[in-house]
């Protein structure tokens, strides 16, 4: 399966998980079973989020449809927030960037949450405390990171297929790329 197909085969089961858990509370509802662990509205998961996109074809955009700020989709989790944007690329990749780690998009759309239309990139970090800040923080002693340096010298010189990279690593072929392509971790020399 290509790299698209596999994202949205995952998207589809957390879909159908989230369909599943709610027609069991229907019943339980209809059988009038109570059980605490069903109470309330099943929030805050990755089903929660897709529901907000208009997923389309692997290539098209896929407008966020609920709350914004200015032009980007907001996701809110509890009282945490994030551009849904970002939201979409993480739970794509199974990884958490780093404060100087930007998402952004290649199409154009600022409320496009296809991950395919998304990469990663450094800030432009110029003077030389923000650099050492930088290098810090983007290095693999920040909690953030879960790449140890090791592992992203080991991705770029990896000559397979990146979808197969990235099933190795447990992450998404999206992050392989930026990797591969310097647009990340490009302060690590191997
Ligand atoms: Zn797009």
Known sequence: MSAPGILI???????????ELWSA?????????SDGAFRGRPSNTPASFWLKVAIAGPDDCWPWRG?????YGRYSEKSKHIDAHRYAWI??????PTRQQFVMHRCNNKKCCNPSHLELGDAQINTADAYKDGL????EEHHRARLTAGQVL???GDRRRQVDVAADH??????????KTGK???????
Do not use: C, F
């Not at 709350?67 to 032009?71: F, I, K, L, N, S």
């Not at 739970?91 to 958490?96: D, E, Q, T, V």
């Not at 810090?136 to 290095?139: L, M, N, V």
């Open 91 to 96: 739970w794509s990749n199974n990884y958490n």
């Open 9 to 19: 085969a995952r998207i589809e089961a957390v879909l159908a998980e989230h369909r």
């Open 170 to 179: 447990g992450i998404g072929q999206p992050l392989v790329s930026a990797i």
């Open 136 to 139: 810090a923080k983007s290095g």
């Open 184 to 190: 990340i971790w490009k302060h690590l020399e191997g």
């Open 67 to 71: 709350h914004t700020r200015g032009d």
């Open 154 to 156: 080991a991705i770029r």
């Open 25 to 33: 509370r229907r019943e339980m509802r209809r059988r009038k079973i």
